[in-house]
């Protein structure tokens, strides 16, 4: 079973910003790989918020659009969550997700608090 590895979580003020790494494994880091971030707020239900598509399209959620942005690196096999202008309701874990060859891959989670 392969695992994703997220990391870069924390407490951040808001306004704050924080990137999010997700390293995943090279057999399923494909250009063709549907490969997201979501996240899930206390007691809600888990969302997606940044996506790169089959195709290799972005989207995102209107909640963090012009704020949030996906990316990748794929020297490295990393996907990336560049989070600014954060505010209180991004609060959450954020998960990384890959769908790829008809399976779906989840990392364990990483938590991001905006507060003072």
């Known amino acids: 079973q392969e695992r994703l590895v997220e990391s870069g979580g924390g407490l951040v003020q808001p306004g704050g910003s924080l990137t999010l790494s997700c390293l995943v494994p090279q057999s399923i880091f494909s250009r063709h790989a549907l490969m997201a971030w979501f996240r899930q707020a206390p007691e809600k239900a888990r969302e997606p918020v940044a996506t790169?598509?089959?195709?290799?399209?972005?989207t995102y959620a209107d909640s963090v659009k012009g704020r949030f942005t996906i990316s990748r690196d794929t020297l490295t096999n990393t996907l990336y969550l560049l989070m600014h202008s954060l505010k209180p309701e991004d609060t959450g874990v954020y998960y990384c997700?890959?769908?790829?060859?008809?399976?779906?891959?989840w990392g364990q989670g990483t938590q991001v608090t905006v507060s003072w």
């Open positions: 997700n890959v769908q790829y060859g008809g399976s779906e891959y």
């Open positions: 790169f598509t089959s195709g290799g399209g972005r």
